[in-house]
């Protein structure tokens, strides 16, 4: 009867247009109200702790605001050229480098829908020109940018370990190696398709020129290096690697790149200027440029945009919260664990269920909503059938970039139509058999948990336990 | 006028509090690995600045839409019909403002009245919690808002966040400035 109410109530508001957050915290307290003994005043409570006793809920803000910083087309472009430069040699390069260009923009982002746009918009035309179909170009960017929720850090990722009160880390630990895995699969299959259909190869560009190409993209890179390099290590929680993430990608986006900030559009050595000339001339600039910095329109752009996420995202979490706290109470979760251990369903037969169940929704709902709903109710049952909640989660998360890739609310077919200018059937059409690639992945994903678990496993076996 | 002060003084406290909580754990890191020296007081702080970001941000969320939801289903519904329903959604929301204003109102007074400060910080508990009461009051303003502007049809319903509009954005500014080398070496 409680589980019935409070379904119904939350898909009600649901389906009325209701923001998420209010439709979770409104089905929750009345479901408590008309069920159960606790006050108005205890719920209170309840969801100011929900904001301000998680530690680990601060790294979502961090986070966003260090690839706020970040996801600009001028780092989009030194990512492609240097994945250009690294991969554009071999047979198909060109679309290789942007599946490559696509994960490094995708760790640094965290955003899908960012991603396509940002690598679709500069690579899409790159490619028609040297002579690759546009559906293939479109095809494989619109599946590839998927990858930013998989490869660490990820905000959904983040979103999981606070809906189940997992660790964050180990989570980040087990996405890196199938973000990996799914990347090399689209390669070699791009490759394969090349050597079939006759795609060009660019010319090797040289050492010197990688080196370079490497070095503009290594500020970037340099970003995942320091964020993961501490998280694996063990050196920093997740939140404070993600606070000074975003501090590294203040300096990194005004006073290194300068593609935004009072320096924006200064060249770093201008034209017949004497080494000495310019290592002062910048100097100069820089000290002069770090007061008007902080108080800087781009600046403040990039502070605005980024806590609006991040409120959207706390907030519903804080509502998640609550709507979790009923779940428990009521011990829903137990008793659809218990039923389906009735049936006698086993653990693979589960995964199917929970895939296909995760797919339908992730055709209408955003990644991070459907974690905080379906997480905790899927957690008991999983772990009731002996399947580790680390695993859980990573089969979730590719099951949201599948989502991303279906119609009719599938993010990255709305972005690549939008850049592509054609209508949605021809992206569907374009993307399909990429994401045949990325349902594969999924199988394999769910089926054997070691892609998953190896690394954090190893690093736990490494530091001894 | 009024309201683009307003707008303006919101926007630089909910970037002020993000900036702040960042910078906070940043120096507590860096104090931490340069000097080995901690402040339980950091953590408390943070965590408090970014709550009264939430609190104080939902309904500034409201006002530029940045809440997500699911309108696949309502935009299929024929005008007035879509106009009924957000209505009753928007109601919906106040009562959800309404039931928090009352129970964060009730649990304020209570801390008030025992009186107890913070874990470790010097500051009267309800002091810190009073965003609860505050932003949720803010949030039901802003609701009327809306709720009045959805029945004399000046819009169907919520404004939600559009993801993919927002990255398209980003897409317009690259294709505006850049040129890849790419795209000429065939």
């Known amino acids: 009867m409680t589980t019935a109410a409070l379904f119904f109530i939350l898909f009600l508001c649901l389906f009325a247009g209701m923001p998420i957050a209010f439709a979770l915290g409104l089905s929750s307290i009345t479901t408590i109200l008309f069920f159960s003994s606790d006050s108005l005043a205890s719920i209170a409570l309840k969801f100011f702790e929900s904001q301000s006793e998680h530690y680990t809920l601060l790294a979502i803000p961090f986070f966003i605001l260090s690839s706020t910083f970040l996801s600009t087309g001028g780092v989009a472009t030194r990512i492609i050229n240097f994945a250009i430069d690294c991969v554009g040699w071999i047979r198909g390069g060109l679309a290789m480098a942007s599946v490559l260009a696509c994960m490094i923009f995708a760790a640094v982002s965290g955003s899908s829908p960012a991603t396509v746009a940002a690598i679709g918009s500069i690579v899409i035309i790159g490619m028609v020109k040297a002579g690759y179909p546009e559906t293939m170009a479109a095809g494989v960017i619109t599946n590839a940018g998927t990858l930013g929720i998989l490869i660490p850090p990820s905000i959904v990722m983040l979103v999981y370990a606070a809906a189940t009160e997992e660790s964050a880390a180990r989570l980040f630990m087990a996405g890196f190696l199938p973000g990996l895995m799914m990347g090399s699969i689209l390669m070699v299959v791009i490759y394969v398709v090349a050597r079939f259909k006759k795609l060009p190869a660019q010319p090797w560009v040289g050492f010197g020129n990688l080196l370079r190409s490497g070095f503009s993209a290594g500020w970037g890179l340099m970003l995942i290096v320091i964020v993961l390099g501490s998280i694996y290590g063990g050196i920093a929680s997740p939140t404070e690697a993600a606070a000074v993430s975003a501090v590294y990608a203040f300096f990194i986006a005004i006073f290194v790149y300068r593609d935004m900030g009072p320096l924006k559009g200064v060249v770093w050595v201008e034209k017949d200027e004497s080494l000495g000339n310019a290592i002062t001339r910048n100097l100069r600039l820089t000290v002069a440029a770090m007061p008007r910095s902080i108080t800087h329109p781009d600046v403040r752009k990039v502070l605005l945009d980024s806590s609006k996420v991040s409120i959207m995202l706390l907030f519903i979490i804080g509502n998640a919260m609550l709507f979790a706290h009923v779940l428990t109470t009521e011990r829903i979760p137990h008793m659809f664990a218990e039923m389906i251990v009735g049936w006698g369903l086993p653990a693979w037969g589960f995964l199917i269920v929970v895939n296909v169940f995760l797919i339908l929704a992730g055709d209408f709902m955003e990644p991070s909503a459907i974690i905080l709903i379906m997480a905790p109710i899927l957690l008991p049952i999983a772990r009731k059938l002996g399947i580790d909640p680390i695993h859980l989660g990573v089969i979730m998360v590719v099951n949201m970039e599948i989502g991303m890739v279906t119609p009719p609310v599938g993010l990255n077919l709305f972005v690549m139509s939008g850049i592509t200018g054609h209508n949605l059937a021809w992206v569907l059409k374009a993307a399909l058999p990429w994401l045949s690639i990325l349902v594969i992945f999924l199988i394999l994903i769910t089926y054997f948990p070691q892609i998953s678990l190896f690394l954090p496993e190893y690093i736990d076996h490494l530091k001894g336990y | ?186």
């Open chain 2, 1 to 186: 006028m009024f309201s683009r002060i307003v707008s303006s003084l919101e926007e630089t406290v909910i970037c002020l509090l993000l900036a702040a909580a960042t910078l906070l754990v940043f120096v507590e890191v860096v104090l931490r690995f340069g000097f080995g020296i901690g402040f339980m007081w950091i953590e408390e702080l943070t965590l408090h600045l970014s709550a009264w970001m939430v609190l104080f941000g939902a309904s500034y969320g409201i006002k530029v839409g940045s809440h997500i939801g699911v309108d696949t289903f309502v935009k299929m519904l024929p005008d007035k019909l879509h106009r009924l329903v957000s209505l009753c959604a928007v109601i919906s929301c106040l009562v959800y403002c309404g039931l928090f204003i009352k129970g964060s109102w009730v649990y304020l007074e209570k801390i008030h009245m025992i009186g107890i400060e913070m874990e470790d910080l010097p500051v009267p508990k309800w002091l810190a919690h009073s965003i609860l009461l505050l932003g949720m009051v803010m949030l039901a303003w802003r609701l009327l808002q809306l709720l009045w502007e959805v029945y004399t049809g000046k819009v169907d319903g919520f404004r939600l966040a559009d993801e993919a509009k927002e990255s398209l954005h980003l897409a317009q500014e690259i294709s505006g400035q850049t040129v890849v080398k790419g795209g000429d070496t065939v």
